[in-house]
DNA sequence: GCTTGACTTGGAGTGGCTCCAGACGGGTAG
DNA sequence: CTACCCGTCTGGAGCCACTCCAAGTCAAGC
């Protein structure tokens, strides 16, 4: 399939796609003989991944290591999971943090319910 | 207090906090005889609600037109608590992604485990 | 009086995109 | 056949929200 569907499906921009081919986080998709991309189920799968990474905080430079360990074959599971389980951890602070964001707008927005024509 | 015990405060950085000063998002801070600023703890309450608006993915324009509104003073507070409650909605929009890559990376975990040493 | 350290400013650099110009090639319409 | 539109291509500029740095000022301590 060619790159807006891949984009479509995987939740990433065209761009963003082709950005990440270069820089080397998606390995270089496949090229029909008109030299546009032909993306597999495979590639997309592995965009979706990304897509889901990346919008939960995990830094190229991580994103990068991870596909590298792909690439390298099964004997990098181990670090693979361990890239992941780091992540998890990554989403519970992350979730922590946006609760007391959330604790605080609420304190917040109480107050305005009491000061409302008050004084600031 | 000076920028340093501000920036302790606040969680920002000294650096952000000037930023931020540049920006019109915090007011101009007065300044001492020596020129350097001088931070009283309304200014740091103040920091720190940006701390939190920003780090939980408040994009700078609207909390500049958070703090233009907070400058209007008193009558300005509906449309401040609606600027609150719009991110508040965000909050919960972004819980939610989170949750759905903790699935997602629970489940290649999983994948990991019954693979491990198996085909890619 | 000299060093240390916190602060100042302006400006350059960074990460991760995002947008754009200009070119190409395939498909339909006139 | 020509015109035009689409989707794609590449390389490069632009953007946001910092972050870091150089060069300078000043105050306090030894």
């Given amino acids: 399939m060619r790159i ?7 939740g990433l921009s065209a761009d963003t796609i082709r950005y990440y081919e270069k820089s080397g986080i998606v390995p270089a998709i496949d090229r029909g003989p008109d030299g546009l991309r032909n993306f597999s189920p495979e590639n ?6 990304l897509y889901w990474l990346r919008k939960t905080g995990m830094p190229m430079k991580e994103m990068c290591r991870f596909a590298e360990l792909y690439r390298l074959g099964n004997r990098t599971i181990p670090e693979r999971k361990s890239v ?4 998890s951890e990554r989403l519970k602070a992350r979730q922590q943090e946006l609760e007391r964001c959330a604790e605080i707008l609420d304190y917040k927005l109480a107050a305005y319910e009491n000061i ?4 600031q």
């Fill in 84 to 87: 992941l389980l780091r992540h």
């Fill in 4 to 10: 807006s569907e891949a984009s479509m499906k995987s």
């Fill in 44 to 49: 997309v799968e592995w965009l979706t991944l």
């Fill in 116 to 119: 409302e024509g008050g004084k």
